[in-house]
């Protein structure tokens, strides 16, 4: 059975730093990309960022360049999110989801996560 389970969310300032982690069972993580999507409170999903099945790319969303950083520990089977100068427009529940194809990036998810709340605010 394939589960993400995400966990380092919390309250934190403007200007502050989280980083989030995303477990991940039930299937050979190192072939697959793997995504972060968020959703803000009463808008629709918006997509982070994606690292490829080796790590060797990475893509972030034009918002998120320079303030985010993805990366992954395939011997861990953990999708991490370091997030730095957060603002309050980065609140939003932030989810893993698995890539459906392996060995590709194709941004098509075939699992999530449960979510993680981020809360930026003074």
């Known amino acids: 059975e394939v589960q993400l389970v995400e966990s380092g969310g919390g309250l934190v300032q403007p200007g502050g730093s989280l980083r989030l982690s995303c477990a991940a069972s039930?299937?050979?993580?190192?072939?697959?990309?793997m995504s972060w999507v968020r959703q803000a409170p009463g808008k629709g999903l918006e997509w982070v960022s994606t690292?490829?099945?080796?790590?060797?790319?990475?893509y972030y969303a034009e918002s998120m360049k320079g303030r985010f950083t993805i990366s992954r520990d395939n011997a861990k089977n953990t999708l991490y999110l370091q997030m730095n100068s957060l603002k309050s427009e980065d609140t939003a529940v932030y989810y893993c989801?698995?890539?459906?194809?392996?060995?590709?990036?194709?941004?098509?998810?075939?699992?999530w996560g449960q979510g993680t709340q981020v809360t930026v605010s003074s």
């Open positions: 989801a698995k890539d459906s194809v392996p060995r590709g990036v194709v941004a098509e998810y075939d699992y």
């Open positions: 690292i490829s099945w080796n790590a060797i790319s990475t």
């Open positions: 039930g299937f050979t993580f190192d072939d697959y990309a």
